[in-house]
């Protein structure tokens, strides 16, 4: 069966290397799919494409320039007449030649999906040349990511980068401030910087209106979130999420709420990873 968009490819792509003990995140820096196993080794890159043709064979070798363990990956497609889909031993030859792995995944309508690696990717001889500063900007965002939320090979879609995520950290904490500080209101105790509210002495007296601080400061914020670069997110504000009410007080926008919701798994996960990072330094102390 012919697949109709090569996202398709990426599951059955992803479980496989994952077989293999690499860690595997979709989309990191225009790659399709990008795996990482130890330190020692380079990154895995694979692009995809439905069937074999000189544009993927192009961004192969584009992508060699960032590590020698590059794969192209296509559907192998049974039903398929015709000479491309007859020549996989000469479109093996090529990509060895070239330095390129070949992988192909073959859909069936009952069973699980094969794939099968056609050509390892053999590096050439002597040490690799360039590239090392985009290899570093691909490894350090795949490490930024707390998890894999986009699907390899689409296209016009908003991508999950490790700064919209840490920008929804940010548009989270700012969140839970303000939902604090709102109650803190309504129960007459003052808040703390626009966050929960501190015990009073004596009986609570009636809210003084225009008492309240208005927004959160970004160093609240950084303190929440946990993203040392909330004060630059909130400054620079690509998204339109966040506005400057007073001089280094902040609060949400609209589009800001809209956001943490279109993205829930990913603020949910985000949230979850902050709770045992934070009950672990508990327990450490």
Known sequence: MAVRHETELYAPLKKFFEQQGYEIKGEVRSCDLVGVRGDGEPPLIVEMKKTFNLALLLQGVERLKLSPAVYLAVERCREKKGAASQRWGSLSHLCRRLGLGLVTVVFYKTKAPLVEVLAEPEAPAGPARGGGRRRERLLYEFHERSGDYNTGGSASVKLVTAYREKALRVAAALEAAEREAALAAAEGAAPVDGGGPIASAGPVRAPIVGA?????????????????????????????????????????????????????????????????????????Q
Request: hydrophobic share 40%.
């Open 212 to 284: 309240l601080p208005k927004g959160v400061t970004p160093a609240e914020l950084r303190r929440r979130s946990g993203v040392p670069a909330a004060a630059a997110i909130l400054q620079n504000n690509y998204y339109g999420w966040f506005k400057r009410i007073v001089r280094g007080r902040y609060t949400l926008t609209a589009d800001g709420s809209a956001a943490l919701l279109e993205y829930a798994a990913v603020s949910v996960s985000q949230s979850v990873a902050d709770r045992r990072s934070s009950a672990e330094k508990s327990n450490m």
